[in-house]
């Protein structure tokens, strides 16, 4: 006896990005209208998920390395409009701007606030006091870590959006 089992990309990345971010995380990226508009692009020899479309524009990729989303520019500026807070938020110093531009990186002393929760080599969203949207990236340290120490990078920046 054979049981048929159909495969929903989007509910499997759903559970995905809310095993990896969290419920409130999954539910902000994969809302009802954003649905209707998302294409999952698929690997030609593995037939694994690898990218989701919005329309035509890039919106997740899975990474290959270890199964976990990475966000764009555009899924982040989702979440950072839909969630008021959430773990893999980073509050940056304004004054530092310039220089997380220039180098792709944002140092120790530029962290204004992270949750001691945020796991190392995890998808943070950065976004200044004022809440406006700057970049996504990859911790280096834990939260805690990057709140203790003085010096050093903490926060490698893979995407960073156009601030004004």
């Given at each position: 006896m054979f049981i048929i089992v159909s495969f929903n990309p989007i509910l499997a990345l759903k559970t995905l990005a809310c095993y990896q971010f969290g419920k409130e995380v999954g539910d902000a990226l994969?809302?009802?209208?954003?649905?209707k508009e998302m294409k999952v692009k698929f690997?030609?020899?593995t037939k694994r998920i690898r990218y989701v479309f919005l329309g035509n524009s890039p919106y997740l990729s899975i990474r290959t390395s270890d199964g976990f989303l990475t966000l764009s520019l555009r899924a982040a500026k989702e979440l950072v409009k839909t969630l008021e807070n959430f773990e893999n938020l980073v509050i940056v110093n304004r004054?530092?701007?310039?220089?997380?531009?220039?180098?792709?990186?944002?140092?120790?002393?530029?962290?204004?606030?992270?949750?001691p929760n945020l796991k190392a080599n995890s998808e943070v969203v950065v976004i200044d006091e004022d809440k406006k949207f700057i970049a996504v990236g990859r911790a280096i340290l834990n939260g805690k870590e990057m709140l203790e120490i003085k010096r050093g990078v903490v926060i490698k920046l893979r995407k960073v959006g156009k601030y004004v």
């Open positions: 994969f809302k009802e209208e954003l649905i690997s030609g020899r004054e530092a701007l310039k220089t997380m531009f220039e180098r792709k990186e944002i140092l120790a002393k530029q962290i204004k606030s992270v949750s």
